[in-house]
């Protein structure tokens, strides 16, 4: 019997200016996964070519999709192409929810022979509503959790017929994985993403976070590793891709919640980067990480060419950082803000930082962290980037949305929060941190400043950034 085919697509990116940033790695796991154990797949990615003109369907789509190493096309949507694979698996991140319903009507319209799974961070936080959608919307297979193993087991048993919205949730043992993301050249090509002058391109080398932020998901989920055997294999594969685009000098960036854990873990981290050949590398950390371990863990990452650290320094308010509990329920001070971005900036690593804005802010709850953003943006950095350019901290200022599946979505529903209410109705379009121009969701009925405070604000700081990082 012929084995079922898969076609992994990935939706557009509502708020990105630019969507060919960074790969979404997760169908590209699944893909090289199935592709390993004997099924055939393509990868479809989906995106608007012109954000000055809103797409009203899925026909103001682009598509582009590859078949392993060969792109062949891309070009203007074709619902065709979805006749020609029994099984549609689409990564959903809810700000991309509203475009993943638009191919699922279109499926279970027309094409009613194909299977529909949906997996990704809109499946896990928001499961009740996609369970629930109506038959004209629905998926026949909801993934919550990790994807290898469920896909697999559907696929080997044939795509069975099952009740719509069927939920198959399963966390993998990432020790398990053995086979990188696919990462065909000509399409990391159309990716343009730099780290201190150089072309980049990302990885994860782990799952979850070590700490509870309550604007987090990610707050209540362990760290799980990928193996040190894959993440060698994925590091050398990604060298591989810059070597066969000409690229003598070039980049890497990491994207775990927190990709600096501890100087063993940047250690043998470094020595990786090392032994692939990298030029520079960036990674994420945390404040209190760096206050703590100071060159130790600054040491390695920079000798082999760390430039560049993201850390997510929320709030110059002490009352909002108290509320944040980025500690696990341990005090943090704001003073480790200011002091992680002087300790890095002295050992030659620029900051990329991460801040936001609560609607339970007062003024001065403003005022702090706009003070912490200029200090931010005007500290020197030691050194200089790979075009000798002055290297420079960067700040993004976001608004904060609590998604559902956070300790704060739930504050706010349950009315803990004074002077915070959220809307009834919350759509997707209303859910995302940074979209174009800057720009943040508004989910809220009623917060402490009004939004155009709150957006000021917003707009100020990040007026402040650099013009290259």
């Not at 608007?48 to 078949?67: A, G, H, Q, W």
């Not at 941190?433 to 400043?449: D, F, I, R, V």
């Amino acid at each position: 019997m012929k084995k079922p085919s898969v076609l992994y697509i990935k939706p557009p990116d509502p708020y990105l200016q630019d969507e060919f940033v960074y790969q979404q790695l997760g169908p590209h796991y699944l893909q090289s996964y199935t592709d390993y154990h004997g099924y055939d797949s393509k990868m479809l990615i989906l995106y608007v070519k012109d954000r000055t003109n809103e797409p009203k369907s899925i026909y103001d789509l682009n598509m582009l999709l590859f078949c392993g190493e060969k792109e062949e096309y891309d070009g203007i949507f074709d619902e065709n192409i979805f006749s020609e694979f029994d099984l549609l698996a689409l990564s959903v991140m809810s700000p991309q929810a509203e475009y993943a319903y638009w191919i699922s009507e279109l499926v279970n319209k027309k094409f009613k022979k194909q299977k529909l799974l949906i997996g990704g961070s809109h499946a896990r936080y928001y499961l009740d509503q996609v369970k629930s959608l109506n038959s004209d919307l629905s998926f026949d297979y909801i993934v919550p959790q990790d994807g290898w193993f469920p896909i697999l087991d559907l696929l080997e048993k044939g795509l069975p017929n099952l009740e719509k919205s069927s939920i198959f949730s399963h966390k993998q043992n990432l020790k398990e994985i053995f086979t990188p993301p696919t990462r065909p050249t000509a399409l990391l090509n159309k990716y343009h993403y730099e780290i201190a002058g150089l072309k980049a391109y990302h990885m994860v080398t782990a799952l979850g976070c070590p700490f509870s932020c309550h604007f987090c998901e990610s707050g209540f989920e362990s760290v799980r590793f990928f193996s040190e055997d894959l993440i060698k294999k994925d590091l050398a594969k990604i060298s591989q891709v810059h070597r066969d685009l000409g690229r003598e000098k070039f980049s890497i960036m990491f994207f775990d919640d927190v990709g600096l854990l501890n100087p063993k873990q940047t250690q043998k981290l470094s020595n990786m980067i090392i032994n692939e050949g990298f030029t520079t590398w960036r990674a994420f950390t945390h404040a209190y990480l760096i206050v703590k371990y100071k060159s130790r863990l600054l040491q390695p990452f920079y000798e082999s060419g760390g430039r560049r650290v993201g850390i997510g320094l929320e709030t110059g308010s002490q009352k909002s950082l108290d509320m944040i509990n980025k500690r696990n329920g341990k005090k943090q001070n704001v003073l480790e803000h200011y002091e992680a971005v002087k300790i890095a900036n002295e050992n030659g690593i620029a900051v990329d930082a991460f801040t936001m804005i609560y609607p339970w802010e007062d003024h001065s709850d403003l005022e702090a962290t706009t003070k912490m953003v200029e200090f931010i943006v005007s500290n020197p950095v030691k050194g200089v980037d790979e075009l000798g350019r002055p290297l420079k901290n960067y700040v993004d200022a976001t608004i904060m949305t609590p998604y559902q599946g956070t300790k704060f979505n739930e504050m706010i529903r349950l009315g803990q929060i004074p002077k915070v209410k959220m809307k009834e109705k919350i759509t997707s379009d209303l859910l995302f941190y940074k979209g174009t121009n800057a720009q943040s969701g508004w989910p809220y009925e009623e917060s402490a400043l009004s939004r155009e405070e709150y957006t000021k604000a917003q707009n100020y700081r990040n007026s402040l950034r650099p013009k290259y990082r």
